[in-house]
């Protein structure tokens, strides 16, 4: 039923709000601030100037005309970080071939997607929205903080790092197994062979190309001398290669995520993070190890054949282990409930409240390279705060407001007041309408 | 094979036909229009004036009293009548007839290639013109003398044309060739790109190798020694004068992210781009100072749009009021733009929502200038057209009133100093009796033989709209009304490459439309029934 009532309820009013410059003034009053990284101050305040953090403490005092919120009574928390999700685009996988990684989801954003909303409701202020997982070597992907209202380009957060999708095992493999044209590879092996010959390619690329620029610099350099044909498709691979942009694998079984880890070193690039990573508990020490992260569901698992062995133990198992672990949403729907999921990992594991929330907050902040300016609430990072009514770990609670930058975007209290007004006037429309036909 | 044979006959017929019908046009006449008022666009209104036209062209213009009329020229009276400048819509797909293509298909087991498609960048929508007369005479009555015909299939679709609507001669109607590339934001079906995303990255590929490709020919042409020859590529070849040489880019642009991905563009690659469609340009106004901009009267928000996810009552305010003033948005930022037809299925639809954008906001004058002069100048076109003054081509329409005002007909059209008459819309219209919305088989019965025919129609009040598919494909239906019982419409067909236009007369019923197409050298009947409609 929600999720018919959001779009439907999210409110005229809400459509228009104006367009402003993001960065406002704000003081948050007397919350239980929870900075994930400095402890918890049981009584404290907030203040916002211009969408930085200026002082977090007690009894700040509200410089002349900046808006306070009172949060007597409730947890104020960084902003949620949803590390893996496919929110906020019009598509999601450039199915026709198997290997494209000059596509990018940047060039397909949707400002206007409701779903950015569902985000705030649960807290969430800033999202990696990403390519699909139905190529082998998908497409860039792009970070986006959930200002609804404001233009794509608004969203972007530019100090993220850029990263590329890739994925193994069934979806790749399956992709479009029951289609007319059913496309190599159908097979694990498939799938890492694949990559592998376009990484192969794309380091002669490089090399073509570093080859072509040190003669192009020597004095010596003769005038005919015509560059190599610049390839989008291998430019995004040899970026991987430089080093410009970090990969993000979809990888369920421990077997091929070893395998991937092997390319890597093969090849010398960067993976940031698995994504789903069932089996991860089987290799915790060896992804710790390489200092790769997961981004995975809590305690969904068993739902295809990779996921059979997938445990909710492994969050909290492998953050003990040293991974650094976040909790994403993959869609438009559990995205309003990451704390939830996260709570979890204190039931199933063992974490600690500290450690739970990191999960949702500083842990994906420092997987998408974000850490300086979110993911906790210290002076100087960005205003990014969801307030909860009860602690954010706590089965019970639910996100009251959503901040960004200074702005409020999701006001609970407001939003419910003005679908109220909204279903009064419908009712009442419908009663005049009535009243007519009589 | 019965068909066959028939088809055979058929053919002998409809070439016949074809040999009788066939009408020419005169152009080298001498016209003086008197006593009408003038309104000159780029200049200054004249109360009672003249235009003399000879051979094509405005000889000369001016107060009544200045003006010698020409003794070898016909006289036109139009008092009380207005005269413009005829009106320029620069996007439309009229007269275009796609061949139908095989989809693209992979074979099982073949390993993924860089299969591309949607690029006709060398293509010309010249080759691909079949004029109607039946369509000509519907942008007449609108008071459109010229066109921008762009070809609309594929990302590269191809290369536009700007026509003027003299005749039903291809060569003849030519203003300028190879005005623009039209590109649009589409996908392929099956084969890369199948997504936008993909579209983008072959977009900007495709430029970056027209980039090389035309430094690699320049290095090879300045001293071929020593040089690779680069392989010719006629689709970079023709891609090249867009890309190095700044020869205009038109983007289709369906929705907001598409202007802005078009911006990118233009601004990655330095392109002269024009943005056509647009009909959500206010909405991303701030970015669009310095664009040509070719907005689209089309009013519908398109599926991604805010507006039509929110419900009906707001989509029926974006659709009634919120699009509609886009124009007059623009306007008030201070943007200029074109008007065009693009997206409406209807002529008569173009002066309609002019009508409405002017409600919504949009100066008059400003209205007229988005489909005279500002087009005329964003296709280099103003020193010829656009507007009335001495030495630009006749395009002249004679108006019953102030253009834009909802009782105003277009009495008279020059185009080219050809002169058209409009006919007159039928006066006594009964209300419909029935409607006539929906699928229809039958069979045409000619004196050759009889033909298989399966219509599609629909209905808007008087207004009959639609199509006839038979062997042949498929044919528009125009001009149709529904009085009472009687119905009335006409076709342009296009047979073997040539078209005939026919005139059906005849009685329709619930389940039943029986009567005569007449053609210039004789008719056939047709008897079609209502196919029903599945109840699921």
């Given at each position: 039923?929600?999720?018919?009532?959001?779009?439907?309820?999210?409110?005229?009013?809400?459509?228009?709000?104006?367009?402003?410059?993001?960065?406002?003034?704000?003081?948050?009053?007397?919350?239980?601030?929870?900075?994930?990284?400095?402890?918890?101050?049981?009584?404290?305040?907030?203040?916002?100037?211009?969408?930085?953090?200026?002082?977090?403490?007690?009894?700040?005092?509200?410089?002349?005309?900046?808006?306070?919120?009172?949060?007597?009574?409730?947890?104020?928390?960084?902003?949620?970080?949803?590390?893996?999700?496919?929110?906020?685009?019009?598509?999601?996988?450039?199915?026709?071939?198997?290997?494209?990684?000059?596509?990018?989801?940047?060039?397909?954003?949707?400002?206007?997607?409701?779903?950015?909303?569902?985000?705030?409701?649960?807290?969430?202020?800033?999202?990696?929205?990403?390519?699909?997982?139905?190529?082998?070597?998908?497409?860039?992907?792009?970070?986006?903080?959930?200002?609804?209202?404001?233009?794509?380009?608004?969203?972007?957060?530019?100090?993220?790092?850029?990263?590329?999708?890739?994925?193994?095992?069934?979806?790749?493999?399956?992709?479009?197994?029951?289609?007319?044209?059913?496309?190599?590879?159908?097979?694990?092996?498939?799938?890492?062979?694949?990559?592998?010959?376009?990484?192969?390619?794309?380091?002669?690329?490089?090399?073509?190309?570093?080859?072509?620029?040190?003669?192009?610099?020597?004095?010596?350099?003769?005038?005919?001398?015509?560059?190599?044909?610049?390839?989008?498709?291998?430019?995004?691979?040899?970026?991987?290669?430089?080093?410009?942009?970090?990969?993000?694998?979809?990888?369920?079984?421990?077997?091929?995520?070893?395998?991937?880890?092997?390319?890597?070193?093969?090849?010398?690039?960067?993976?940031?993070?698995?994504?789903?990573?069932?089996?991860?508990?089987?290799?915790?020490?060896?992804?710790?190890?390489?200092?790769?992260?997961?981004?995975?569901?809590?305690?969904?698992?068993?739902?295809?054949?990779?996921?059979?062995?997938?445990?909710?133990?492994?969050?909290?198992?492998?953050?003990?282990?040293?991974?650094?672990?976040?909790?994403?949403?993959?869609?438009?729907?559990?995205?309003?409930?990451?704390?939830?999921?996260?709570?979890?990992?204190?039931?199933?594991?063992?974490?600690?409240?500290?450690?739970?929330?990191?999960?949702?907050?500083?842990?994906?902040?420092?997987?998408?390279?974000?850490?300086?300016?979110?993911?906790?609430?210290?002076?100087?990072?960005?205003?990014?705060?969801?307030?909860?009514?009860?602690?954010?770990?706590?089965?019970?609670?639910?996100?009251?407001?959503?901040?960004?930058?200074?702005?409020?975007?999701?006001?609970?209290?407001?939003?419910?007041?003005?679908?109220?007004?909204?279903?009064?006037?419908?009712?009442?429309?419908?009663?005049?309408?009535?009243?007519?036909?009589? | 094979m019965k068909t066959k044979k028939f088809l055979v006959l058929f053919y002998f017929f409809l070439a016949f036909l074809i040999l009788v019908s066939s009408s020419s046009?005169?152009?080298?006449?001498?016209?003086?229009?008197?006593?009408?008022?003038?309104?000159?666009?780029?200049?200054?209104?004249?109360?009672?004036?003249?235009?003399?036209?000879?051979?094509?062209?405005?000889?000369?213009?001016?107060?009544?009293?200045?003006?010698?009329?020409?003794?070898?020229?016909?006289?036109?009276?139009?008092?009380?009548?207005?005269?413009?400048?005829?009106?320029?819509?620069?996007?439309?797909?009229?007269f275009?007839e796609?061949p139908k293509?095989?989809?693209?298909?992979?074979?099982?087991?073949?390993?993924?290639?860089?299969?591309?498609?949607?690029?006709?960048?060398?293509?010309?929508?010249?080759?691909?013109?079949k004029p109607k007369k039946t369509t000509i005479g519907s942008?007449?009555?609108?008071?459109?003398?010229?066109?921008?015909?762009?070809?609309?299939?594929?990302?590269?679709?191809?290369?536009?044309?700007?026509?003027?609507?003299?005749?039903e001669?291809?060569?003849?109607?030519?203003?300028?060739?190879?005005?623009?590339?039209?590109?649009?934001?589409?996908?392929?079906?099956?084969?890369?790109?199948?997504?936008?995303?993909?579209?983008?990255?072959?977009?900007?590929?495709?430029?970056?190798?027209?980039?090389?490709?035309?430094?690699?020919?320049?290095?090879?042409?300045?001293?071929?020694?020593?040089?690779?020859?680069?392989?010719?590529?006629?689709?970079?070849?023709?891609?090249?004068?867009?890309?190095?040489?700044?020869?205009?880019?038109?983007?289709?642009?369906?929705?907001?992210?598409?202007?802005?991905?078009?911006?990118?563009?233009?601004?990655?690659?330095?392109?002269?781009?024009?943005?056509?469609?647009?009909?959500?340009?206010?909405?991303?106004?701030?970015?669009?100072?310095?664009?040509?901009?070719?907005?689209?009267?089309?009013?519908?928000?398109?599926?991604?749009?805010?507006?039509?996810?929110?419900?009906?009552?707001?989509?029926?305010?974006?659709?009634?009021?919120?699009?509609?003033?886009?124009?007059?948005?623009?306007?008030?930022?201070?943007?200029?733009?074109?008007?065009?037809?693009?997206?409406?299925?209807?002529?008569?639809?173009?002066?309609?929502?002019?009508?409405?954008?002017?409600?919504?906001?949009?100066?008059?004058?400003?209205?007229?200038?988005?489909?005279?002069?500002?087009?005329?100048?964003?296709?280099?076109?103003?020193?010829?057209?656009?507007?009335?003054?001495?030495?630009?081509?006749?395009?002249?329409?004679?108006?019953?009133?102030?253009?834009?005002?909802?009782?105003?007909?277009?009495?008279?059209?020059?185009?080219?100093?050809?002169?058209?008459?409009?006919k007159?819309?039928p006066?006594?219209?009964?209300?419909?009796?029935l409607?006539l919305a929906g699928k229809w088989e039958g069979t045409v019965i000619s004196p050759m033989g009889e033909l298989d025919v399966t219509m599609e129609l629909e209905q808007?009040?008087?207004?009959i709209l639609g199509t006839i598919t038979s062997n042949f494909g498929i044919w528009e239906i125009s001009d149709g009304i529904l009085s009472?019982n009687d119905l009335t419409f006409t076709i342009s067909a296009t047979i073997m490459g040539e078209s005939i236009d026919m005139e059906f007369s005849g009685k329709a019923e619930e389940d039943l439309i029986e009567g005569t197409f007449s053609f210039s050298s004789g008719s056939a009947e047709i008897r079609v029934t209502r196919v029903p409609?599945?109840?699921?």
């Amino acid at each position: 039923m929600k999720k018919k009532i959001i779009p439907i309820f999210l409110g005229f009013s809400l459509l228009f709000i104006p367009v402003l410059a993001s960065g406002q003034n704000l003081l948050i009053k007397n919350g239980t601030i929870l900075t994930v990284t400095k402890g918890t101050i049981p009584r404290g305040d907030i203040l916002i100037i211009n969408g930085i953090i200026k002082k977090i403490g007690e009894n700040i005092e509200a410089p002349e005309g900046v808006k306070t919120v009172d949060a007597s009574g409730k947890y104020v928390v960084a902003g949620i970080i949803d590390s893996h999700t496919h929110i906020a685009i019009t598509a999601g996988n450039e199915s026709s071939e198997a290997i494209t990684p000059e596509v990018s989801v940047r060039d397909v954003l949707n400002a206007e997607d409701t779903a950015i909303y569902t985000a705030l409701s649960g807290g969430v202020t800033m999202v990696h929205t990403m390519h699909g997982s139905g190529n082998p070597i998908g497409g860039q992907n792009i970070v986006l903080k959930m200002k609804w209202g404001l233009s794509a380009e608004e969203m972007i957060v530019h100090e993220a790092y850029r990263t590329l999708k890739f994925a193994l095992g069934e979806n790749p493999k399956q992709s479009n197994f029951f289609t007319a044209t059913p496309r190599y590879p159908q097979s694990r092996m498939g799938v890492n062979a694949i990559i592998r010959r376009e990484l192969l390619k794309a380091k002669n690329y490089k090399e073509q190309w570093d080859r072509y620029l040190k003669a192009k610099k020597s004095k010596k350099s003769a005038k005919n001398l015509i560059p190599p044909r610049k390839n989008l498709r291998m430019e995004a691979l040899a970026d991987l290669l430089r080093g410009k942009m970090l990969a993000r694998c979809h990888s369920y079984r421990a077997d091929e995520t070893l395998e991937f880890i092997n390319l890597s070193k093969e090849f010398g690039f960067k993976i940031a993070c698995f994504e789903h990573a069932s089996e991860a508990f089987k290799i915790a020490k060896e992804l710790a190890e390489e200092g790769i992260g997961t981004s995975v569901f809590l305690d969904s698992w068993a739902y295809k054949i990779e996921a059979y062995e997938g445990i909710a133990y492994s969050a909290g198992f492998c953050t003990k282990k040293g991974v650094l672990v976040s909790i994403n949403s993959d869609s438009s729907e559990r995205i309003r409930r990451l704390f939830n999921d996260a709570a979890k990992s204190m039931k199933y594991g063992g974490l600690t409240e500290e450690e739970a929330l990191k999960l949702v907050t500083i842990n994906p902040a420092i997987q998408l390279g974000v850490e300086k300016i979110a993911g906790s609430l210290e002076v100087g990072k960005h205003g990014d705060i969801a307030i909860f009514n009860e602690h954010p770990m706590s089965a019970y609670t639910r996100c009251d407001m959503t901040i960004i930058e200074g702005k409020i975007y999701f006001d609970r209290a407001q939003y419910l007041k003005e679908r109220e007004e909204e279903e009064k006037k419908k009712a009442e429309k419908e009663k005049k309408k009535k009243g007519e036909k009589k | 094979m019965k068909t066959k044979k028939f088809l055979v006959l058929f053919y002998f017929f409809l070439a016949f036909l074809i040999l009788v019908s066939s009408s020419s046009t005169y152009a080298g006449s001498v016209y003086a229009i008197v006593n009408c008022k003038v309104v000159p666009v780029a200049s200054s209104a004249i109360d009672k004036g003249v235009i003399i036209i000879r051979d094509g062209l405005i000889v000369s213009l001016g107060p009544s009293e200045k003006i010698v009329i020409p003794e070898d020229a016909e006289v036109i009276e139009a008092e009380g009548l207005i005269a413009y400048p005829g009106l320029i819509d620069a996007h439309t797909n009229l007269f275009l007839e796609l061949p139908k293509e095989e989809p693209a298909q992979r074979q099982r087991g073949m390993a993924p290639q860089e299969k591309e498609t949607g690029r006709y960048s060398d293509l010309t929508v010249f080759k691909l013109l079949k004029p109607k007369k039946t369509t000509i005479g519907s942008y007449h009555k609108i008071g459109v003398t010229t066109v921008l015909v762009a070809p609309k299939k594929g990302i590269f679709a191809g290369q536009s044309v700007l026509l003027n609507l003299n005749g039903e001669k291809a060569e003849a109607m030519v203003v300028k060739n190879s005005v623009a590339l039209q590109i649009n934001f589409t996908r392929a079906r099956g084969v890369y790109p199948a997504t936008v995303m993909g579209t983008m990255a072959l977009l900007r590929q495709s430029f970056l190798d027209a980039k090389h490709y035309h430094s690699h020919k320049s290095l090879y042409a300045s001293s071929s020694k020593g040089i690779k020859r680069p392989e010719y590529d006629p689709f970079l070849e023709a891609l090249v004068p867009f890309i190095l040489e700044r020869k205009p880019i038109i983007f289709t642009c369906n929705n907001q992210e598409d202007i802005k991905r078009a911006l990118r563009l233009i601004d990655e690659f330095k392109l002269n781009g024009f943005l056509s469609g647009a009909n959500e340009a206010w909405r991303v106004a701030d970015y669009l100072k310095k664009t040509p901009l070719f907005v689209s009267l089309h009013f519908k928000p398109p599926i991604t749009s805010i507006y039509v996810n929110k419900g009906e009552e707001l989509k029926e305010k974006a659709e009634k009021e919120i699009y509609p003033a886009n124009a007059s948005n623009l306007y008030k930022s201070g943007i200029r733009f074109a008007l065009t037809s693009y997206g409406l299925t209807k002529a008569s639809d173009y002066l309609k929502n002019i009508q409405k954008a002017i409600k919504a906001g949009l100066p008059k004058e400003e209205a007229l200038k988005a489909v005279t002069i500002h087009p005329a100048q964003f296709l280099g076109v103003n020193n010829i057209m656009g507007s009335l003054s001495e030495g630009k081509i006749a395009n002249v329409i004679l108006t019953s009133g102030e253009i834009f005002e909802e009782k105003t007909r277009v009495k008279r059209i020059f185009v080219d100093g050809v002169m058209f008459k409009i006919k007159k819309p039928p006066e006594k219209v009964k209300a419909p009796a029935l409607n006539l919305a929906g699928k229809w088989e039958g069979t045409v019965i000619s004196p050759m033989g009889e033909l298989d025919v399966t219509m599609e129609l629909e209905q808007e009040e008087n207004e009959i709209l639609g199509t006839i598919t038979s062997n042949f494909g498929i044919w528009e239906i125009s001009d149709g009304i529904l009085s009472g019982n009687d119905l009335t419409f006409t076709i342009s067909a296009t047979i073997m490459g040539e078209s005939i236009d026919m005139e059906f007369s005849g009685k329709a019923e619930e389940d039943l439309i029986e009567g005569t197409f007449s053609f210039s050298s004789g008719s056939a009947e047709i008897r079609v029934t209502r196919v029903p409609t599945s109840g699921f």
